[in-house]
C-alpha cells in the first residue's frame, strides 16, 4: 500500500511555487487554505462537493474570487507533477506477487483522475480514497475503514507515506508503516518482508 501525492506522484515545488506565485500565494500557505481546515476537511471525507469547498474557499481568501478550482488544482499541481516512472515500474513488479494499493487523501474526482491516468492495465488491486471512507489520514478510522476496504489485516498491510503523522497513526494500530525515504529503501523494505514471509 502506497500514498499518492509525496510517493507515487511527485511535485516539482519549484514550479509549484512559481505558480503560486502568480496568484499571490506561497506554496504552503495556498495548501493551508485549500486543505488543512474543516473546509478541506469536507472535501476530503465526501461530505461536500467540490462547488461548495470553492465557494467557501473563494469566500474565505478574496484572492482566489476570480479563479476556477480547475486552474488552481491543474497549474499548482497536475502541470507540477509526475509519477514516479521507476516506482511504478517496480510496484507493477511487485503487483504480480502480491496485491498493491494506492492509499490517498483525495475527493471523488481526483480519485477518478487517478483511476484514469492508469487505465485497464492498472497494477493496483485498490485504489482507497479518503473521500470513500469518510475520514482522512491521519484519523486512525481513516486506516481501519482502509484495511476493511482491501480485506487485509494491520500485520498483513505494508504500508509507505511520506508524513511522519500518517506512518505514526498506521504504526499505532500494528500496521506494518515506513516514512518514504525513497525507491531503494523501499525496494530494501519490500524486499526483506517478502523474503520472510514467502507464501
Known sequence: MVDFDGVLRLLDKQAAEAACNKMGFKLDELNDTLWHDEIGKALLRGTTTRDDWWKRVQ??????????????????????????????AYLKTVSRTIPVSIFT????????????????????????????????????????????????SPHECLYFDDKESNVSAALGLGIQAHLYAGIEDLKNITQRILSANPS
Open 59 to 88: 469566500a474565505k481568501d478574496s484572492r482566489l474570487k476570480h479563479v476556477s478550482h480547475k486552474r488552481v488544482m491543474q497549474s499548482v499541481y497536475d502541470n507540477t507533477s509526475s509519477i514516479d516512472t521507476d516506482l511504478f
Open 105 to 152: 487523501n483525495s475527493d471523488a474526482e481526483s480519485k477518478k483522475a487517478i483511476l484514469k491516468k492508469f487505465g485497464r492495465g492498472s497494477p493496483f488491486a485498490h485504489v482507497v480514497a479518503s473521500s470513500d471512507i469518510g475520514h482522512t489520514k491521519p484519523d486512525a478510522q481513516s486506516f481501519l475503514e482502509m484495511l476493511r476496504s482491501v480485506g487485509a
